[in-house]
């Protein structure tokens, strides 16, 4: 019966390629990402909370036939835009609030809009101070934390809709002017249609299967995702490089630092209380313990706090975002802990090595960093030949027909009462959450590591990566 399921889907996906009429296109940017290094382009002079709370995925819709998608827009700008308008809408005493249901709201994609996704719900209230709000209005009440933020852009009254997955909440504000961002939109829609190159086919898993989430995934692939070698970039600093970093961290010169250099080694730097490891493996990490009890946490300053030690110590350029946020109790004082991805050319990378989760986390309570840990692997920017022979990527749903029988068998993990009852497609394909197209990082090589294009399908019981040119699996982190 699997096998009869599994012949369904090709057969169904060769029909859906003629009578489609949802079509989406996914560009595969060319920007690079840089670290750590004083000579790259920084993103900008300073890391701002604005800086921090930027979203994941873009998504354009011209029409109901054509969509687009980014994962990066740092050659379009459209979410820099997008902030001036939102910003003054969130500080409007001029607007109006009104519910629409889940149902209704997924329609919206029919209509000439962009939908910005974030990897996490964000407070409104911070978003709105992220913004330079200074008196945000009730709309802060009315919603209180935000995963996607929908902007329309057709004819008749411009509106915008916040939503957190459970809610939707549609805002009409008469000071909303956003003629610059539709004619930067329709400039987009225009070289998409004319020129067509980078771009490749979508539809919507819930419009042609029933699925419960509104994923969208391709039929056919055209042209590759660049070839990246990545590099650790502690393990090639010298000891003069290595000091320069510990003066920086603690705004002392080097001869009132104490300086351990391990038998790995991995050096360890001392200054008071404060303690600052470059680790052979690529990590820098920083601890300064808590100096009093912090009782009542403040998400607003400590996010601030944050931002600013990045953007005195890190040195970023552009690719980082905040990916979650959780609370923390330490020795009875309570605060937060952040957890940061990057970008790599564009594209969301995920980690291979099991001791580094996250490309940066770091602990803080108001306006105090108790840690910090940053895992530093930086493009080495070599000029690659990206067409190879015979070589083509696999669409999405390829990888879903490849890995039909493993994704079963996972989405019976969490579904026990089916007692090896059949599973209908549907039922499949409601287990996925998200689909995107990322880079793995193995973390294996110290340099020209091969970073891998993969496909992320995430599930509810976890994230599988398979290598976009096989279908095989080639990375796996099931729980929550």
């Not at 996010?303 to 350029?317: M, P, Q, V, W």
């Not at 993990?413 to 499949?428: F, I, P, Q, W």
């Not at 973390?443 to 398979?466: M, R």
């Amino acid at each position: 019966m699997k096998e009869r399921l599994k012949t369904l889907l090709l057969i169904s996906l060769v029909s859906i390629s003629l009578i489609l009429t949802k079509r989406l296109w996914i560009e595969l940017p060319n920007e690079m990402f840089n670290l750590f290094n004083n000579k790259d382009k920084a993103y900008s002079a300073s890391y701002l909370l604005s800086d921090m709370i930027i979203p994941n995925k873009y998504l354009l819709n011209f029409n109901e036939k054509y969509h687009t998608i980014f994962y990066d827009d740092s050659k379009h700008g459209l979410w820099t835009n997008t902030q001036k308008i939102l910003a003054t809408t969130l500080g409007s005493e001029d607007i109006k609030i009104t519910d629409i249901s889940s149902e209704e709201f997924s329609t919206y994609n029919w209509k000439p809009s962009i939908v910005f996704y974030f990897p996490e719900k964000i407070n409104t209230y911070i978003l709105a101070k992220a913004l330079d709000v200074k008196d945000p209005n009730y709309i802060v009440d009315a919603i209180s934390s935000v995963k996607s933020i929908y902007i329309y852009l057709g004819t008749g009254d411009p509106f915008f809709v916040l939503s957190n997955d459970e809610n939707h909440k549609i805002i009409y504000d008469n000071s909303i002017d956003n003629e610059q961002l539709k004619e930067q939109f329709l400039a987009i829609e225009e070289d998409a249609k004319v020129q067509g190159k980078g771009y490749n086919f979508y539809y919507s898993l819930k419009d042609i299967y029933g699925a419960d989430k509104d994923i969208y995934v391709p039929y056919e692939m055209n042209g590759t995702v660049p070839t990246v070698y990545v590099e650790n970039q502690i393990r090639t600093l010298d000891i003069k490089g290595r000091r320069e970093i510990a003066e920086k961290f603690f705004e002392k010169s080097i001869d009132y630092i104490r300086e351990i250099v391990e038998g790995n080694e991995s050096t360890i730097y001392e200054y008071n209380n404060k303690v600052l490891k470059l680790n052979v493996n690529g990590t820098v990490e920083y601890y300064h313990p808590l100096e009093e009890t912090v009782k009542k946490r403040n998400l607003y300053e400590s996010l601030s706090t944050a931002a600013e030690f990045i953007s005195r110590n890190a040195g970023i350029t552009k690719g980082m975002y905040l990916d979650k946020f959780e609370e923390i109790e330490v020795d009875n004082s309570v605060g937060y802990n952040l957890k940061f991805k990057y970008r790599l050319r564009g594209l969301p990378v995920i980690l291979g090595n099991e001791e580094v989760v996250d490309f940066i986390e770091i602990e803080v309570f108001n306006n105090h960093v108790r840690s910090y840990k940053h895992f530093i692997r930086k493009d080495m920017n070599k000029i690659i030949n990206n067409i190879q022979e015979g070589k083509k990527m696999l669409h999405s749903f390829q990888i879903i027909d490849m890995n039909y029988d493993f994704l079963v068998e996972e989405y019976l993990k969490v579904n026990n009462s089916m007692n090896g009852a059949e599973v209908a497609l549907n039922e499949v394909l409601s287990f996925i959450e998200d689909i995107n197209l990322s880079y793995f990082d193995p973390c294996l090589k110290d340099i020209e590591d091969e970073v891998v294009p993969v496909w992320v399908i995430k599930t509810v019981n976890g994230l599988y990566a398979f290598n976009v040119y096989s279908g095989s699996l080639i990375y796996e982190k099931t729980g929550k």
